[in-house]
């Protein structure tokens, strides 16, 4: 198949009626149910770290059921909070982490944690995808979030060359214009995990096979 040049406006538009009927990504989600400030996302994020949306989901809303703010969540003890998050992927290391989080943003913020990535990222557990989604969902801020989604899906298009999702992240900033810095993330994780998935990708009913390269496919549905 001849391939048209990859123009980004188009497969973000054709691939937004194309992810409708599937889940939404666990932050977002939890941002539309009103779990929307800085604190609520970071905690969030850190529960999700090697961790499926649909467990991040319903630990996230438990955990917040019973703390919501970072004076609420210093009021709980380790074992308590550990057993709230235990679905979770090393969640002895989270409950920690999110303590510690608590404690800080209570002491040294008045309890408001700030939309500033240097801060976001001087939290043990914090690292850049965590940062960027926090700021951009939370905070309306124009970060890069790149995930395993995001960088398999965007190598696959033959959009940006790059080894590892750090690079990717910095590929993008380059080329990816700004007004889809946030939205590369709300779209391209339900896509990467329903459609173009890490094996046998749906290509035959992708929205945007005339101008996916396919880097790296070999088999297909």
Same mark, same amino acid.
């Given at each position: 198949?001849?391939?048209?040049?990859?123009? %980004?406006?188009?497969?973000?538009?054709?691939?937004?009626?194309?992810?409708?009927?599937?889940?939404?990504?666990?932050?977002? +989600?939890?941002?539309?149910?009103?779990?929307?400030?800085?604190?609520? +996302?970071?905690?969030?994020?850190?529960?999700?770290?090697?961790?499926?949306?649909?467990?991040?989901?319903?630990? !996230?809303?438990? /955990?917040?059921?019973?703390?919501?703010?970072?004076?609420?969540?210093?009021?709980?003890?380790?074992?308590?909070?550990?057993?709230?998050? !235990?679905?979770?992927?090393?969640?002895?290391?989270?409950?920690?982490?999110?303590?510690?989080?608590?404690?800080?943003?209570?002491?040294?913020? +008045?309890?408001?944690?700030? #939309?500033?990535?240097?801060?976001?990222?001087?939290?043990?557990? *914090?690292?850049?995808?965590?940062?960027?989604? *926090?700021?951009?969902?939370?905070?309306?801020?124009?970060?890069? !979030?790149?995930?395993?989604?995001?960088?398999?899906?965007?190598?696959?298009?033959?959009? *940006?060359?790059?080894?590892?999702?750090?690079?990717?992240?910095?590929?993008?900033?380059?080329? /990816?214009?700004?007004?889809?810095? %946030?939205?590369?993330?709300? /779209? /391209?994780?339900?896509?990467?995990?329903?459609?173009?998935?890490?094996?046998?990708?749906? #290509? !035959?009913?992708?929205? *945007?096979?005339?101008?996916?390269? +396919?880097?790296?496919?070999?088999?297909?549905?």
């Amino acid at each position: 198949m001849d391939k048209r040049p990859f123009d %980004i406006d188009l497969a973000f538009e054709r691939i937004e009626p194309a992810i409708r009927p599937w889940p939404k990504a666990a932050l977002f +989600q939890l941002a539309e149910e009103g779990f929307a400030s800085a604190f609520e +996302q970071l905690v969030a994020c850190i529960i999700s770290i090697r961790t499926y949306d649909e467990v991040t989901l319903p630990v !996230s809303r438990a /955990l917040f059921a019973r703390a919501r703010t970072p004076a609420a969540m210093n009021e709980l003890h380790y074992e308590e909070l550990d057993g709230l998050i !235990s679905a979770s992927t090393f969640h002895e290391r989270k409950a920690s982490q999110i303590l510690a989080i608590a404690r800080r943003v209570a002491e040294e913020f +008045q309890g408001n944690l700030p #939309c500033d990535r240097e801060v976001l990222l001087s939290f043990a557990g *914090v690292g850049p995808k965590c940062a960027n989604l *926090v700021l951009g969902i939370a905070c309306g801020e124009p970060f890069i !979030s790149v995930d395993v989604h995001v960088h398999r899906v965007t190598q696959r298009w033959g959009y *940006v060359h790059a080894s590892t999702p750090e690079k990717t992240l910095v590929a993008l900033e380059a080329q /990816l214009p700004r007004r889809y810095w %946030i939205e590369i993330n709300r /779209l /391209l994780v339900p896509f990467g995990k329903h459609i173009c998935t890490g094996n046998l990708p749906h #290509c !035959s009913t992708c929205p *945007v096979l005339d101008m996916c390269r +396919q880097v790296g496919v070999e088999a297909h549905r």
